[in-house]
């Protein structure tokens, strides 16, 4: 079968999944996460040829620390199916109703944007929470994951597609596609593809945007900042910033860039030093930061770098003003934070800092749509279109407009006799 006939099978499944009630969705999601424990076994040991093969190929420590997948993360995966099991059917929702005139009524209605392709790094929890997701949504996807996690991947795929079939979920609603290639030819078919979520690199996603007509929602870099200010209490601020730094470094939340108001840097860079090197992260440091603790010298190109890895740069910076300028100047748009024990500063910070998701006196790592109680996240969108920051359920609908009447016409409300709208907002429980 070619690509394009897989893409219109999954588009007409999208439709049958649009329509599909809540009590389906519900069950086949139960079903997924009873098959994913049920065949635990199996899809560890295909996670494991995957991880042998590539600490063989040497693989980059941080994309092997993404690809495992073993019965932890099997059973985080299946905490999340739970999780959106539990919320409200997003799909049908009244947004808000007007009537226009008497028996002339207007409503704007959630749907699902329909077959959306995903492509995603070597994570085969993604792929996990993506179709779920997608499912939840009444969405069909084509997913194309990592060469590095093939094998993890396809049993995940088939796993998941038997589970929903079977509980009566549409042929074809989940696709999984092999090749590079795939890829290519994924962004030219625009005539099924409704939206492509890409994540990767910041040249792949740009790649992604520079290819296709189709709508295009994501991230690419995710480089993070924690700003200390002049009034934290350091302790908490030594804290947050190992958690936004350390609690799990290959990923796109995790913090890049400490910046430390200069009134506190002397007090504050030698606790700070200790909690982090203690978790063996390398630090490298503006003049600033030298003069005060030994550091390695930061460059220029560490500002705008996402390590994903245990090395940390760090600025000492005049204030408030300078620490949102750096952010605004050298960030990703993604996630920033903010320790200070003064309301109006965090405030300041909130507003002028330009990213998706900003934070007071927590760590950076909370950026997350299981966290946030989105039901999981099929990515992060630094985008400024429907969807920013994780992307959740919502990110994956879209409204239309249904109008209910009796037989009105437009001839009736034109010209010197035409009768008037109304307009009125109206209770919208639905119709």
Known sequence: MS???????????????????????????????????????????????????????????????RLKFDEGKIADVCAGIDSLVTLDDPVGKTITATELDKGLELYKVSCPIGLIGVVFESRPDALVQISTLCLKSGNAVLLKGGSEAAKTNRILADVISEAGERAGLPAGWIQLLQTREDVAEMLVLDEYIDLIIPRGSNEFVRHVMNNTNIPVLGHADGICHVYVADDADLDMAVNVTVDSKCQYVAVCNAAETLLVDERTAEAFLPKVQFALEDKGVELRGCEKTASIIDVKPAEEADWSTEYLDYILSIKVVDGLEGAIEHINRYGSGHTDAIITADRDKAETFMNLVDSANVLWNCSTRFADGFR???????????????????????????????????????????????????????????W
């Open 372 to 430: 946030y109680g989105l039901g999981a996240e099929v990515g992060i969108s630094t985008n400024k279109i429907h969807a920013r920051g994780p992307v959740g359920l919502e990110g994956l609908l879209i409204y239309k407009w249904k109008l209910l009447g009796t037989g009105q016409i437009v001839a009736d409300y034109s010209g010197p006799n035409a009768k008037k709208f109304t307009h009125r907002k109206i209770g919208n429980g639905g």
């Open 3 to 65: 690509l394009a006939e897989i893409a219109s099978l999954a588009k007409s499944a999208s439709i049958r999944l649009a329509a599909a009630e809540s009590e389906r969705k519900n069950s086949a999601l139960a079903a997924i996460r009873d098959a994913l424990q049920q065949r635990s076994v199996e899809i560890v040991s295909a996670n494991r040829e995957d991880l042998a093969a590539a600490e063989e190929s040497d693989l980059a420590a941080p994309l092997r620390k």
